[in-house]
């Protein structure tokens, strides 16, 4: 009688824990999201706009790597999201809520656009890199220092400051942008040296987003083996998942919290420098162009994997240069674009649910009981 009223009051379905996959088994499933994605985006097209969703995928395609001039474009942005998404990538992996780096990016644009216009008449180019460098990484990591040692010495909530960080970076931006703009009260500062290039960074090879892709290509890297194969990532990884635990075993977790943020923001700030120094040669309140949030969507993504980032991110740059392509060809609504790169990506998270999760019916362990 008991095990008939346990049967009845047994749910319909219950989600379990996954033992972990194979690698191979995992992207199966990520592909088959894909693909699930892609038949729900040409159902929504059809019915939306009436276009032939072959014919939009195609205009996708060409719009994100239909010319040379186009994969340049592709590549240059895929390195700064990646460059981003890398700053982001230890805080969170010590699941430190890191929502500043757009201003952490914006505070290392600001430090590359001071030295350019305060020194680019005065320091030669051998003198004046170095420095801008420097200025960029100290900015970025002071940005990120602040809300650690808030965090370190008395708990402060990471998510929250972080993220008021931001908008006091975004009207410090604006307030240099109006005492140096170009007209005067136009708020826009306008190219720096635009006659002189000081404090560009070179182009390579006739290729001007050249150095910014090598840069952030070491710098994934190097943040691999960091994180991987040091004693910091090993220390990451242990407060990460408990920082009781960190402390059993002999780990300073405040000193991991300010070490990372300090590395976090630094990181963020020479994206800052590439957008400023190596890509704009310019700073606005959207230099940063939102990637400090999306950056946390590639991070979380890949796991916390450098190498795996490459591809988080290049999904997400292919998504947004074809949907901006889709626009321009159909003369579609901007948002509808928008609505397509979201479904897609809907799918991807999605995808990582199953990943981790299996749902089991009713009835069906019945089967491997004695």
Not at 254 to 278: E, F, H, N
């Amino acid at each position: 009688m008991k095990q008939a009223e346990r049967h009845i009051r047994e749910p319909l379905f219950h989600i379990a824990k996954r033992d972990a996959l194979v690698w191979w088994a995992a992207w199966l499933i990520r592909i088959a999201a894909v693909a699930a994605a892609l038949v729900v985006c040409a159902v929504v097209t059809v019915m939306m706009t009436g276009e032939n969703p072959i014919k939009v995928y195609a205009t996708m395609i060409d719009g994100a790597i239909g010319t040379e001039r186009r994969i340049w474009n592709l590549l240059q942005s895929l390195a700064m999201l990646l460059c981003v998404s890398l700053g982001v990538t230890p805080a969170f992996k010590m699941r430190f809520w890191n929502i500043g780096a757009e201003g952490q990016v914006l505070v290392g644009g600001m430090a590359t656009a001071v030295c350019m216009i305060l020194f680019g008449d005065k320091l030669p180019t051998a003198l004046l890199l170095p420095v801008i460098i420097v200025a960029s990484i100290v900015a970025g990591a002071v940005w990120g220092l602040i809300p650690a040692l808030f965090k370190a010495k008395w708990n402060t909530n990471e998510t929250l400051f972080t993220l008021m960080m931001n908008y006091i970076a975004i009207q410090l931006v604006s307030y240099f942008s109006l005492q140096w703009s170009v007209p005067k009260g136009s708020g826009q500062i306008g190219i720096i040296n635009g006659d002189t290039h000081a404090g560009w960074l070179p182009s390579i090879g006739g290729h001007d987003y050249l150095i910014n892709i090598l840069i952030v290509a070491v710098l994934t890297v190097v943040m691999y083996i960091y994180l991987k194969y040091s004693k910091h990532g090993y220390e990451i990884s242990v407060v990460g998942e408990s920082e009781n635990t960190a402390r059993y075993i002999g780990i300073n977790v405040k000193k991991v919290i300010i070490r990372t943020m300090l590395i976090s923001g630094a990181i963020c700030g020479i994206a800052g420098l590439l957008l400023v120094s190596g890509t704009d040669h310019t700073i606005t309140r959207d230099t940063a162009a939102g990637r400090g949030f999306t950056a946390i969507m590639v991070s979380w993504l890949a796991k916390f994997n450098p190498l795996f980032m490459v591809l988080t991110t290049l999904l997400i740059v292919f998504l947004q240069k074809g949907a901006i392509e889709i626009s321009t060809i159909f003369g579609l609504n901007a948002s509808f674009s928008e609505i397509i790169t979201g479904i897609i990506i809907f799918f991807i998270i999605g995808s990582e649910f199953f990943i981790n999760y299996t749902v089991k019916f009713r009835g069906s362990d019945k089967g491997g009981k004695a």
